[in-house]
């Protein structure tokens, strides 16, 4: 029966589902206020053109359509490219910083499997006009406190400098798919694969060894001291280079014991605007990442108006999951019986004590009421007998 049917990777909130979500979100704009981020909207969808800003080689995991004129639109898959958008728009006299979250759902075509949906939701900041290893540091940091003020502890934040991937890459003398292809291996972390592709590439032996450790490079700062090849190339120097620096100030920040190095991570198979310091936070019981971000100082120019930037986002879904509801609910009482007058007084009374209080608004009698809730030990009953 089609008409009862919802597509393919979406679903619907049951109120408990929901209570938590608006229950997290509520943490996180807490924190992000605190920080003197301040909430923007953008539209659900924009045009193609812009969501490819950012998005380029992604065109299959979009969901498209056609405005009336022959424009073409598409849900936003994400809300980093629309913010960039909004600043080229709106505050191109504004004095910076600026320090933007937003809570919104986002679509992709993806093969649906567990806590991935192709509608879902993000919480994240951007930092709009700040470079600095004190601003990527501000961001990780963030991201470090909203996973801590949702009521995780066993955490970690993986970070990287893109630039000394890249830098990297570029001194391979191969073709641009091969390119890409050594990235997507190091990124899914196949060492079998990435060793045997580099093999067969005239990749000097000491570039080869460096790319192909880097999957399995992770831990501290001497994580840093083991890329051999970095030595040779400037870029990556200066790429590891303020690595270290951000690290050094997440650690004036104090949350170091929740940073990993990780030459693994490139986000390549997110986004293609990073320029510069990446992360991901992920949870280690978990199979999946909780969150990713990290600077993207060319993306505003795209829409002609040069700024770094810097931000991440937080996949709402998947934290949902993560998290059991440890907060004790105030107690929910049914109220029932005649005289509605009596009835709306006690109710606003108890609600104003802080209880939720549900009317039978079918002035059912003691007994009918009894019978309708013996299965819901959530409720406590009280009935008012006329007095
Ligand atoms: N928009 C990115 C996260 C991000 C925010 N700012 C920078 N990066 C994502 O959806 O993965």
């Not at 693994?264 to 949870?283: P, Q």
Request: hydrophobic fraction near 40%; aromatic fraction near 8%; proline fraction near 5%.
């Amino acid at each position: 029966m089609k008409n009862r049917q919802i597509p393919k990777g979406l679903r619907d909130f049951l109120p408990n589902e929901v209570k938590n979500r608006r229950k997290l979100e509520q943490k996180a704009i807490e924190v992000f206020t605190a920080f003197g981020y301040k909430e923007v909207l953008t539209p659900t969808f924009e045009f193609l053109e812009v969501v490819e800003t950012g998005a380029g080689k992604n065109r299959e995991k979009l969901f498209l359509f056609m405005d009336r004129e022959g424009g073409i639109l598409s849900l936003r898959p994400e809300m980093t490219v629309s913010i960039a958008r909004l600043a080229a728009m709106h505050l191109k006299d504004s004095s910076f910083p600026q320090r933007f979250f937003y809570s919104a759902n986002v679509f992709r075509h993806v093969q649906p499997h567990l806590a991935q949906y192709r509608e879902f939701w993000q919480i994240g900041i951007e930092m709009l006009g700040a470079s600095g290893p004190w601003a990527d540091a501000e961001v990780i940091n963030l991201a470090v406190k909203i996973l801590k003020a949702m009521g995780l502890d066993n955490f970690k934040i993986s970070i990287n400098q893109i630039g000394i991937f890249n830098s990297l890459l570029a001194d391979c003398p191969v073709s641009p798919d091969e390119k890409d292809n050594i990235r997507n291996l190091v990124e899914i972390k196949d060492l079998v694969e990435l060793s045997r592709c580099l093999d067969t590439l005239p990749v000097p032996d000491l570039l080869k060894e460096t790319i192909a450790r880097l999957p399995i490079l992770h831990g501290g700062l001497e994580v840093l001291n083991r890329i051999p090849y970095v030595e040779k190339n400037k870029a990556a120097n200066e790429a590891v280079e303020e690595l270290l620096r951000v690290y050094e100030a997440l650690q004036a920040f104090g949350v170091e014991e929740h940073i990993v190095v990780d030459m693994g991570v490139l986000r390549d198979l997110e986004m293609d605007y990073y320029t510069g310091i990446i992360f991901e936070g992920y949870s280690p019981e978990l199979g999946y990442g909780l969150l990713g971000g990290g600077r993207y100082d060319n993306l505003l120019g795209q829409f002609g108006f040069p700024c770094p930037a810097t931000g991440f986002a937080l996949g709402m879904d998947r934290l949902a999951l993560v998290l059991t509801n440890q907060e004790q609910e105030p107690p929910h009482y049914i109220l029932g019986g005649k005289n509605l007058q009596v009835l709306a007084a006690r109710a606003d009374q108890l609600r104003h004590e802080g209880k939720i209080v549900e009317l039978d608004v079918e002035a059912a009698s003691r007994e009918v009421l009894e019978e309708k809730i013996r299965d819901r030990d959530d409720l406590i009953m009280i009935y008012l007998d006329d007095e």
